[in-house]
């Protein structure tokens, strides 16, 4: 009898251990589940700075355009100044709730209520300003009108096609292992479009300060 109680001891302990086991594995994997969707935030009032590279068709040819760019981004007013490699200013966006402004030096300010449409006009390639708003943080919308959270990977990047068929793909990440701390590094951006053909803009944020 005390032989039988012993086992039946040990097989009732190693029962409860193996419950304890089961129950706890699914608790951890929620904590870091939630953790990590949590872990970047979305700023309203964001400043960033950075370097641009534009290719796009005119007439048929190939064209090329290398600069640089700030975006002070508030919660009323964001303001994009575009700069040639020499640092000298190329064109200033100024954009308020219901009207965009864009001013090139030497030439009269262009105004619209839609700002992608007067990059295209002024430009003569489209800068999709109203998406950069979001996807300059990793968020935005795809084309079914979902939210998504961009986040690095360890394959070649995250890429989402948006309503308006933009392909973005966020290929590198700064400080990516430090949750909410991880943001874009570089993004390219490729559509074909009817006013520019095939247009493709990449995007390297050399840094960002929320405000």
Known sequence: MPAI?????????????????????????????????????????????????????????????????????????????????????????????????????????????????LTVQALGWPLPVAGLRDWLQGFGQNAAGQRFSAAPAADDGFSVTTADKWLIQYTNWQDQNNGAESYPKRIDLARNTAQAGEVAIRIVIDSRQPH
């Not at 870091?32 to 009032?45: I, K, L």
């Open 5 to 117: 109680r012993r086992g039946a001891l040990l097989a009732a302990a190693l029962a409860i251990v193996a419950l304890s086991g089961c129950s706890t594995l699914p608790q951890s994997s929620n904590t870091a589940s939630v953790a990590s969707g949590a872990a970047r935030q979305y700023h309203q009032a964001i400043d960033v700075s950075g370097r641009l590279s534009i290719r796009y068709q005119q007439d048929g040819k190939e064209q090329a355009v290398h600069g640089s760019f700030t975006w002070a981004q508030g919660k009323q007013e964001t303001v994009i100044t575009l700069l040639s490699p020499l640092g000298q200013t190329l064109a200033t966006i100024n954009i308020a709730a219901d009207q965009a402004t864009l001013k090139q030096s030497g030439q009269p300010a262009r105004s619209a209520s839609d700002v992608d449409a």
